[in-house]
């Protein structure tokens, strides 16, 4: 079955403690990308790549950090997570040229 | 840079009475439009999309949307909807950039549909 799957699904952290949300997908697709969605904002991307070892920043890309090693791999990476952070987190995968972007199922994020 | 507009927030409509949930973009090249639905507690899900040829698009499910090139619109409609249609919807819009070979797919802060029985 085609999937992009996240996880954790749930995560409850403190402030300032490392954390990396994984993202994998299964269709050889070459783009990736985070968004974080929060009320009455819709999604904001922030980060994208579009193949192995290129990255790159979308609209809120402060606080994030990401990397492509592998073409089906993609995780969030957060340093020094603050509780401005808490958030619901989406990865997407698409093939490169403008196809439809698949979703995984969201990774709900509290930073207490 | 892109931007996307969903003109309501939230639409209430009763079970079987038609809708239309607004989508306007902006964007100096060519785009490809996406419609995307979120049920409670899951992720996006394609709904329609627009890439080229018919400007009417439609899903399997009774929505359509659409393309109007001088407005810069993709509306979605639905003749009568069912209770099952309750959820968020979001539009979206991409282009590639040829120049510098950068891709982003953009979207509305959409517009959460609410059915009444």
């Known amino acids: 079955e085609a999937q992009v799957t996240q996880n954790p699904r749930y995560l409850i952290t403190v402030t300032g403690k490392k954390l990396t949300v994984t993202c994998s997908q299964n269709?050889?697709?070459?783009?990736m990308s985070w968004y974080r969605q929060d009320p009455g904002l819709g999604l904001r991307q922030i980060y994208y790549?579009?193949?192995?070892?290129?990255?790159d920043k979308g609209d809120v890309p402060e606080g994030y950090k990401v990397s492509r090693k592998e073409k089906r791999n993609f995780p969030l990476i957060l340093e020094s997570p603050s509780p401005n952070q808490t958030s619901l987190y989406f990865c997407a995968s698409a093939r490169r040229l403008a196809t439809e972007a698949f979703f995984g199922q969201g990774t709900r994020l509290t930073v207490v | 840079a892109q931007s996307v507009t969903q003109l309501d927030s939230q639409v209430p409509v009763f079970e079987e009475a038609p809708v239309e949930l607004r989508c306007n973009y902006s964007s100096s090249v060519s785009v490809y439009l996406f419609w995307y639905v979120q049920y409670p507690n899951q992720g996006l899900q394609l709904l329609l999309k627009y890439l080229s040829g018919s400007t009417l698009v439609e899903s399997i499910n009774g929505f359509e949307a659409e393309f109007n090139k001088s407005q810069t619109s993709f509306h979605l409609r639905k003749p009568s909807v069912h209770i099952s249609d309750t959820a968020e919807y979001f539009c979206?819009?991409?282009?590639?950039?040829?120049?510098?070979?950068?891709?982003?797919?953009?979207f509305g802060k959409g517009t959460k549909l609410s059915v009444i029985p």
């Open positions: 790549s579009m193949n192995v070892e290129v990255t």
């Open positions: 269709m050889n697709h070459e783009y």
């Open positions: 979206a819009v991409s282009d590639l950039d040829s120049g510098a070979g950068s891709y982003q797919l953009t």
